[in-house]
């Protein structure tokens, strides 16, 4: 079983940075690709940022050029760098993993974190 857990919300100022951090455990093959979406209240969860194995990242359009994604798979880890911050990026942001996992029978695996608010208001 792979888990997810997810770090670095709060609240900032309008303009101002955070930066959240992913770190996957347990029986980790590979991880092909890995993610952060969000979810405002009331609306459906979208893709913010990811990155595959070759770490070419793709971002949604309200957030280039703001935000950063990377990603250590020696430590499998993922990080968003988040600069510029809006009151519309207000969100609980969530972490994905895709990958295989390991323990003897390899299978593959849909992994998601707990979550992470952020808060974006003066």
């Known amino acids: 079983q792979v888990q997810l857990v997810e770090s670095g919300g709060g609240l900032v100022q309008p303009g101002g940075s955070l930066r959240l951090s992913c770190a996957a455990s347990?029986?980790?093959?590979?991880?092909?690709?890995m993610g952060w979406y969000r979810q405002a209240s009331g609306k459906q969860r979208e893709l913010v940022a990811g990155i595959g194995s070759g770490e070419i990242p793709n971002y949604a359009d309200s957030v280039k050029g703001r935000f950063t994604i990377s990603r250590d798979n020696a430590k499998n880890t993922v990080s968003l760098q988040m600069n510029s911050l809006k009151p519309e990026d207000t969100a609980v942001y969530y972490c994905?993993?895709?990958?295989?996992?390991?323990?003897?029978?390899?299978?593959?695996?849909?992994?998601w974190g707990q979550g992470t608010l952020v808060t974006v208001s003066s």
């Open positions: 994905n993993a895709i990958g295989v996992a390991g323990g003897g029978r390899l299978s593959t695996f849909d992994a």
């Open positions: 347990g029986s980790i093959f590979s991880i092909n690709a």
